[in-house]
């Protein structure tokens, strides 16, 4: 839960994803078979600016099927068509391996790293990224 929302206390609420939601735009679900697989939305979206991805989850049974970056992709094509974002961002934690393995072979390049605490109090790197929309 950390990876999708470090603000959240946990059990996570319904209350809390949806305060959540409604400081956010464009939420999107991904649908396997009838089943929600995975979410994600902009937290930061600019008319001809930046837009910023947030909230990616994608279900342990969907992963390693194409559906993190089919959404990612998704995002992306919101982002450059809706918003017509000059950049998209997308920050992930360090121990999120298949965000920071997913991320650049969209084309995410690293361009800062934040420290910060994890739940437990423990020092975790926030890695951010963006892809400007002349690299696509």
């Not at 194409?66 to 992930?92: D, N, P, W």
């Not at 072979?105 to 790197?125: M, S, T």
Request: glycine share 8%; with cysteine; proline share 4%.
């Amino acid at each position: 839960m950390f990876f999708l929302f470090p603000k959240a206390v946990f059990p996570l609420t319904p209350t809390q994803l949806q305060d959540a939601i409604e400081q956010r735009s464009d939420s999107m679900v991904v649908e396997l078979s009838g089943e929600i697989v995975a979410f994600a939305n902009f937290y930061r979206w600019e008319s001809g600016g930046r837009c910023s991805i947030g909230n990616v989850i994608v279900s342990p049974a969907a992963r390693g099927r194409g559906v993190g970056r089919y959404l990612i992709e998704q995002m992306l094509g919101l982002a450059f068509s809706k918003h017509q974002a000059s950049e998209v961002t997308v920050s992930c934690f360090n121990q999120n391996v298949a965000g920071l393995l997913l991320y650049p072979k969209l084309g995410f390049q690293p361009y800062a790293v934040e420290e910060r605490q994890n739940k437990k109090g423990n020092r975790v790197a926030l890695i951010h990224m963006r892809l400007q929309r002349n690299e696509i």
